[in-house]
């Protein structure tokens, strides 16, 4: 099953949900919920079937099918962040080429690379996050913001995995060069998240270390940059991650952490106004943002 949710003008967000080759978005309320976030509380507090309840509220007559092309191209209902994440946290170098970009020679990332104890930090509250089609941000001080395509899980309170989705920590990369406690500056800010386009339940991922990433930066409808990379080439496990966050850290349900990049957008290719970045896999479907100077 595949989840996530619809916005009709500046209104709030509704959940749908794919299953069976067929896009359903709820049309009002069923069982009291409305949101993605609401199905996954039910899902950790009660036990709930997100399909089973789907099906009762097709048969309520809360539901109308929907084309998902439409919905990517957000003529009426837009796609919107798949869940309102009440917080979004990063973990970083878990890739052998992020510690290799960050730094010459070895130093703080090689370390942070091959610790037990991986790097998490602070990443996004909903309000800074955008989801398919919303605009990325770069900072107006930052000469050099890259994207930086991810892998996300949506984790529930108690560390279960709810689903796995594309992510883009965009990150202004100068910022965190000039010096390291620079990072929630370089990390945190107006549209630094972006994620979605939808929420993929753990059934449809039999296999989460061999996902396909790529992402291509457009400028003008040029590519500029284009680059792959799988989590087959991860050095962490998911579940470590939620672990390890969890450590002397209650998280609520919905929270996303987004895994650490393995693509890397080299310096002469930094983001720009007006550039496109586009995150593809075959697993998880397309996202695709402007970039916006904010
Ligand atoms: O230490 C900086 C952040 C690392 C990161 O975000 C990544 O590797 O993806
Ligand atoms: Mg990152």
Redesign the pocket.
């Known amino acids: 099953m595949k989840i996530f949710q619809v916005r009709e003008g500046g209104g709030t967000a509704r959940v749908g949900l794919v299953e069976d080759g067929r896009t359903l978005v709820l049309q009002s309320p069923h069982d009291g919920m409305a949101t993605a976030l609401d199905l996954f509380a039910a899902q950790e507090e009660r036990g709930l079937e997100p399909a089973r309840w789907l099906a009762a509220a097709e048969k309520a007559g809360c539901v109308a099918e929907a084309d998902w092309q439409e919905l990517a191209r957000g003529a009426e209902l837009r796609l919107t962040v798949p869940v309102t994440p009440p917080e979004v946290w ?6 052998r080429r ?2 290799d970009f ?1 730094e010459e020679g070895t130093g ?2 090689d370390r ?1 690379y091959s610790a037990e104890r991986p ?1 998490l ?1 602070f990443k996004a509250t909903a309000s800074r996050c955008v989801g398919p089609g919303e605009p990325i941000g770069r900072r107006r001080d930052s000469a050099f913001t890259a994207a ?1 395509p ?1 892998i996300a899980i949506v984790l529930g309170r108690r560390g279960a995995i709810l689903g796995y989705t594309l992510a883009n ?1 965009v ?1 202004a990369w100068d910022i ?1 060069r000039d010096n ?1 406690l620079y ?1 929630p500056q ?2 945190v800010y107006r549209g630094c998240f972006a994620f979605g386009p939808a929420i993929v339940t753990p059934d449809e991922i039999p296999e989460p270390y061999a996902i396909t990433l790529r992402c291509r930066v457009l400028r003008g409808g040029r590519e500029i940059f284009a680059g792959e990379a799988s989590t087959a080439q991860m050095k962490r496990r998911f579940e470590d991650l939620g672990d390890w966050l969890r450590r002397s850290n209650e998280i609520p349900t919905g929270t996303v952490l ?5 693509i890397i957008q080299p310096l002469e290719t930094g983001l720009e106004e007006g550039d496109v970045v586009v995150l593809s896999s075959p697993q998880l479907g397309e996202l695709s943002n402007p970039v916006a100077l904010v």
Not at 90 to 95: E, I, M, N, P, Q
Not at 258 to 262: I, P
């Open positions: 990063g973990a970083g170098v878990t890739y992020s510690a960050r703080i990332y942070v790097e930090f930086e991810e920590d990150s965190e390291p990072l370089s990390k987004s895994t650490g990049t393995g």
